[in-house]
């Protein structure tokens, strides 16, 4: 039976881990939400059944050796208790660090500085590279803004270049954008840089406040799963107890 178990145990988790694989898959090309949402599904999937395998193991009665005279009542290890809800914040702490991954490598964060005269914003790229980045710029009549290299020693090379100069509205095109590479826009008087076009749009603009929240979120949810998963793991060691 305990043999059993443990086959049961193997084959739930790697079920879970292909369902985690077929579920990015069929999400690579969308919104990053939809891949969290793909990476939280898996998490829970693979936590639940790693927590029921590791429940009987925890909760297996171990009989006392060497004892002399009446034995005392045998119950589940204490110890292995303890294991078990560490090995759960593991397992969800390593899914936290996958759907943190995923905000560094499909996000194109602004972050935005002002000053009385002057605004700057510094556009950081994604790990994902982006073919064809535009950024459009406010009328010239009204404003002055000027294109400086964030990081002069990324590799690939920044490739910016201001288009459509003769127009009212100019843009900056930006070929290749991927990280290290960040973009800084300073313009007076003081803007914001909203529209950012992506191409192809494997990634997303996330301002960097929303980037923050984003990923308080992200650890939140991992530690309400280890909560849920250890109150039930410690459930049913209680249980055995009795």
Known sequence: MDRLEKISGIAGSVAG???????????STNTLFWKLFAT????????????????????AVEIPVGIVGPAPRPGPSGARIGLAITCLALLCGIFVILAWLLT????????????KEVSRALITASYTPVSSTTIQLPNRDKNECSLVDGNPN????????FVDLDSRIPKIHVDNFSYPQRVVIE???????????????TSEVYLGEQVKRLRNWIFIMGGLIWLAASFRLSYTWRSALR
């Open 104 to 115: 560094e490598r499909f996000i194109v964060r602004v972050e935005e500085f002002d000053a």
């Open 154 to 161: 990324s590799f690939p090379p920044l490739d910016a270049q």
């Open 40 to 59: 939280a599904v898996g998490c829970l999937l693979l936590t639940y059944t790693v927590e029921r395998s590791l429940a009987r193991w925890a909760s």
């Open 17 to 27: 881990v292909l369902v985690l694989i077929g579920l990015f898959e069929q999400v």
């Open 187 to 201: 313009c007076r008087p003081p803007i914001v840089v909203r529209s950012i076009k992506l191409d192809p749009a």
